[in-house]
Structure formats: C-alpha cells, structure tokens
C-alpha cells in the first residue's frame, strides 16, 4: 500500500463507518480488468482499520419476468447469498433493459443506485464517523464536498483503472493497492 493510503487509513483508523458499494460501477470494472474482489478479505480490510457499522451492497437483480438463461440467474442470486452470508445488507433493485438501437434489437442491463445511495448516507450521518464509498463514479465526488462542508469524513475506494480525475481530487484509495482483496476471474 502506498504512504498516501496509509496516512488516509491512520487518520480515520478506528472510526465508526458506514460503507456504500455501488455494484453498478464496480461489476464492470472487474470485468474489464479480469479481477474480483474477494469480498471476505475487503470485509477483514475494513475491520481492521474501522468500526463497521454496516455495509451496504447495491446491485441490480434480473426482474422474475425477464428470459434469461436459469444459469446466469442462479449465479446471480448464488452472488447476493455470498455477500449476505458476509452480514452485507443488500439492496436489489431490477435491472432495466435499454435499448441501443433503434429497431430495438440490441440493448445492455443497467442500475443506477447513485441518487438512493445519496439519500441513505444522508441518513445515517448522525450514526458514523465516516462514509465509505466503493465507486468509482465522479458523481459522488459532490456528495464528499457537501460532507466536507459539514464537517464530515469521506473516502471513495475505487480501481484506479478508469478512476475519473474528479475522484483523485477526493480522499481515496486505490484497491489495487490493498493486499490481499483482488483475486484473478
């Protein structure tokens, strides 16, 4: 780990967080880069160096009426008993289909939790020390100001791969940097 993280991690070390990870941003981070996240050794990253007082899982969840292969919806749910079984709280939302053609032929899934995520750590200010954003979206970058402004403490982690410079600006961590939390698909 680089001196920057460490330094971040001995300011806050101890302090009670709440931590936010957008699935969203993460999935295909991933997946481009051909790593996952061990998510028990990230649990243990956070123990170690916070008082946890919840982590909360964002992702999006093929909706029951929706054909797809019962494979990929097994793992899919396989993933969130994981996560839950880790004592993760995880928040499902249906993917939405958006189609990228006008013959309406092609599309990708999407979920976007940004605005409930924003909305949560408003929340649970008065209950933590710090808020812990796992994203790599520029779009939290306002949230982290307006905490700031509050006299709050934030830190985004992220892959440094595609981390937008917005982000860099911010309080964070590179997980490429963590020992022991990345693991080759």
Same mark, same amino acid.
Not at 15 to 32: L, P, Y
């Given at each position: &780990?680089?001196?920057? #993280?460490?330094?971040?991690? =001995?300011?806050?070390?101890?302090?009670?967080?709440?931590?936010?990870? %957008?699935? /969203?941003? &993460?999935?295909?981070?991933?997946?481009?880069?051909?790593?996952?996240?061990?998510?028990?050794?990230?649990? +243990?990253?956070? @123990?170690?160096?916070? =008082?946890? @007082?919840?982590?909360?899982?964002?992702?999006? /969840? !093929?909706?029951?009426?929706?054909?797809?292969?019962?494979?990929?919806?097994?793992?899919?749910?396989? !993933? /969130?008993?994981?996560?839950?079984?880790?004592?993760?709280?995880?928040? +499902?939302?249906?993917?939405?289909?958006? !189609?990228?053609?006008?013959?309406?032929?092609?599309?990708? !899934?999407?979920?976007?939790?940004? #605005? @409930?995520?924003?909305? %949560?750590?408003? /929340?649970?200010?008065?209950?933590?020390?710090?808020?812990?954003?796992?994203?790599?979206?520029?779009?939290?970058?306002?949230? #982290?100001?307006?905490?700031?402004?509050?006299?709050?403490?934030?830190? &985004?982690?992220?892959?440094?791969?595609? #981390?937008?410079? =917005?982000?860099?600006?911010?309080?964070?961590?590179?997980? =490429?940097?963590?020992?022991?939390?990345?693991?080759?698909?």
């Amino acid at each position: &780990m680089d001196k920057k #993280a460490k330094k971040i991690l =001995e300011k806050y070390k101890n302090k009670r967080a709440g931590v936010f990870i %957008d699935d /969203a941003n &993460m999935f295909h981070t991933q997946r481009e880069l051909k790593r996952t996240i061990d998510w028990r050794n990230f649990k +243990h990253f956070l @123990e170690n160096n916070f =008082e946890v @007082e919840f982590i909360k899982y964002y992702r999006g /969840a !093929y909706p029951k009426s929706e054909k797809i292969p019962s494979k990929i919806r097994e793992n899919n749910l396989r !993933y /969130a008993q994981i996560l839950k079984n880790l004592e993760f709280e995880v928040i +499902h939302r249906n993917l939405k289909k958006i !189609y990228i053609n006008k013959k309406k032929t092609k599309f990708i !899934y999407k979920c976007d939790f940004d #605005a @409930e995520i924003g909305f %949560d750590v408003g /929340a649970c200010l008065t209950k933590v020390d710090i808020v812990i954003i796992i994203s790599g979206d520029s779009d939290f970058v306002c949230l #982290a100001k307006k905490l700031q402004k509050q006299n709050k403490n934030f830190l &985004m982690l992220c892959f440094e791969y595609k #981390a937008p410079w =917005e982000v860099r600006k911010i309080h964070h961590i590179f997980l =490429e940097t963590i020992e022991n939390i990345l693991i080759p698909k």
